[in-house]
């Protein structure tokens, strides 16, 4: 048997070899690849000037069209009077909600829309980093739309969202968790379906904008109606916004029932995404998405 006698390792190969990047593992690899994944979504959204302003359009546009319905109604009404801001302050936490939802679907349409979800599903990224990047970049989303159009109502309605103290960052909270849970289980429909689950990804939260009681209380709603709302986060949010507004009570009673919600619905939309991740792997769904 005729063997080649190994070569040994010549100056210039022993200098590349000291040259080459240390290999990252663990955490930080993790962290590299969200960070990856976020950067190029960023790149996507601030080279665009039509993105951006999609992102501030609509919430501006409902901010301005509620802001007058407000003042139209403040001159005539005892109890809108009393409660000033409330329109507004259910109008900006539902863009907070929709936002946050719409977010995280963009995050995955963007991938589908450039057919990119194999290559990245072949990279080491595993499911929860993407997760991660997603909802970062749905907040970074929300946090320009919405903050926008907060910033538009002081001058246009002396109106400060931050009146409602600090509950305000509990609501808010909970509010993108509910978002981000809801905006996961319709990403997994989208790995599952396609871009047929296109249109859930712009409506199917507002299914629940009648009964969240945005801009009424609940009670308003039929008596058989009522237990489906308070089994929602955004009801007891919502309400619990009312009662500061009005009251100026901290509604911690609504605050627990929001978070122990949220968590439902977070274990459900973790549950459902990975399962639609693994099932998208294994029946080769993931090369044929795309337009």
């Known amino acids: 048997m005729n063997h080649e006698r190994m070569m040994p390792p010549t100056a210039a190969m022993e200098a590349a070899l000291s040259e080459a990047p240390e290999r990252v593992t663990g955490t930080a690899a993790s962290l590299q690849r969200i960070q990856a994944l976020v950067l190029r979504h960023l790149r996507l959204l601030f080279g665009s000037w039509a993105r951006l302003v999609e992102i501030v359009y609509w919430p501006t546009m409902q901010m ?19 409660a000033a801001g409330t329109l507004l302050s259910g109008l900006l936490l539902w863009e907070v909600l929709y936002r946050s939802q719409l977010g995280v679907n963009l995050a995955l349409l963007e991938e589908i829309w450039a057919r990119n979800l194999a290559t990245l599903f072949v990279s080491p990224l595993r499911p929860w980093e993407m997760i991660a990047a997603m909802l970062t970049v749905a907040g970074i989303r929300v946090a320009i739309g919405t903050g926008a159009a907060a910033a538009l109502a002081w001058p246009l309605y002396h109106y400060d969202i931050f009146t409602l103290g600090w509950p305000l960052l509990p609501f808010l909270a909970a509010l993108m968790i509910m978002g981000w849970s809801i905006g996961l289980m319709v990403a997994s429909l989208l790995l599952r379906v396609g871009l047929g689950a296109e249109g859930l990804a712009w409506a199917a939260i ?37 009662q500061v507004l009005i009251d100026g009570a901290v509604p911690w009673r609504h605050l627990a029932w929001a978070f122990a919600l949220d968590a439902v619905l977070v274990v459900m939309a973790a549950v459902a995404f990975t399962r639609a991740t693994r099932a998208a792997r294994r029946d080769g769904r993931l090369l044929a998405s795309g337009e």
């Open 206 to 242: 507002f299914v629940l904008q009648p009964v969240s009681g945005i801009y009424y209380p609940i009670e308003v709603l039929p008596d058989w109606l009522q237990p489906v709302a308070w089994i929602l986060p955004s009801a007891h949010i919502f309400e619990g916004m009312r």
């Open 64 to 82: 301005l069209l509620w802001g007058f319905i407000t003042l139209f109604l403040t001159e005539r009404t005892d109890w809108l009077a009393q």
